[in-house]
Every structure is written in structure tokens, then in C-alpha cells.
């Protein structure tokens, strides 16, 4: 019972050993949060304006690239701006249109990026507040 013990032990830490040194490692990530957060108007089904004020955290494949998005940061506010102010109120108040609204976000900024820099920087996309009218 013990040698199947120290056997089930010595296989998860060999495990755990290698899932640490294969490719990516979740400490290797860096964040990037767009400041001040976001206020833009969308159109609402009346033809009133609506608003949407949102705080967005990109999530960066290093923290080497922490400058390159710092330097296109006004790119980067400007498609949020563009992609959150072309949406309906029925998009912006739903949580499936919010996460359609957010892979949107991140498709199109790692597409600019992609042709400003030649790579793709950005991992994830998060809203850290999310507020609508």
C-alpha cells in the first residue's frame, strides 16, 4: 500500500515538473489596463443615446510587451470606442451580446496589432466594470 502511495506521488510531481516547463507559464503573463476607463454613447431602440462605461485589463503574452501596447494605447481606446458605439442596446445589456462585445474587442485589437507590430500580443480581454444606461 505505501509503494503504490510513494508511486501515485512520484507520478504527480513528475507531472507537475513537467506541465511547469512545457511552453507558457501563467506567471510569464502581464496586464494592461486602459486609462481612464472608457465612456462612449451607443443608440438605443427609442433614438435616445445610451451610454456604456466600461474598464478594460488586456492580458499581455509577456511583460516585455507592456510598452508596445502602452504605445498603441490610443489605437486601442479608439477601436473600443468605434466597436462599443456601433452596438444596439439589446448587445450592450445582454451578458451574451457583453461577451460577444468582448471577443469582438480582442479580435480586432490583435488584428491592428498584429499589422502594427507583426504579432499577436494580446491573450484575453477583460471587462473589470461594465456599466450601461
Known amino acids: 500500500m ?23 507559464n501563467d506567471s510569464d503573463f502581464a496586464y494592461y489596463g486602459l ?3 472608457i465612456v462612449t454613447n451607443y443608440i438605443r431602440a427609442s433614438n435616445r443615446m445610451g451610454y456604456v462605461r466600461t474598464s478594460i485589463e488586456l ?10 501596447l502602452e504605445h498603441h494605447d490610443a489605437l ?3 477601436t473600443v470606442v468605434e466597436i462599443l458605439g456601433a452596438q444596439t442596446e439589446e448587445q450592450i445589456k445582454s451578458l451574451e451580446g457583453r461577451e460577444a462585445i468582448r471577443q469582438l474587442c480582442l479580435t480586432t485589437i490583435n488584428e491592428l496589432l498584429h ?13 473589470t466594470k461594465y456599466l450601461y444606461d
Open 59 to 68: 492580458m499581455a503574452q509577456s511583460p516585455s510587451d507592456l510598452e508596445t
Open 115 to 127: 499589422h502594427e507590430t507583426g504579432r499577436q500580443i494580446v491573450v484575453n480581454l477583460l471587462f
Open 35 to 37: 486609462e481612464p476607463e
Open 76 to 78: 486601442i481606446r479608439a
Open 2 to 24: 505505501i509503494r503504490i502511495l510513494f508511486a501515485l506521488m512520484a507520478l504527480m510531481f513528475s507531472i507537475n515538473t513537467s506541465a511547469n516547463n512545457s511552453g507558457t
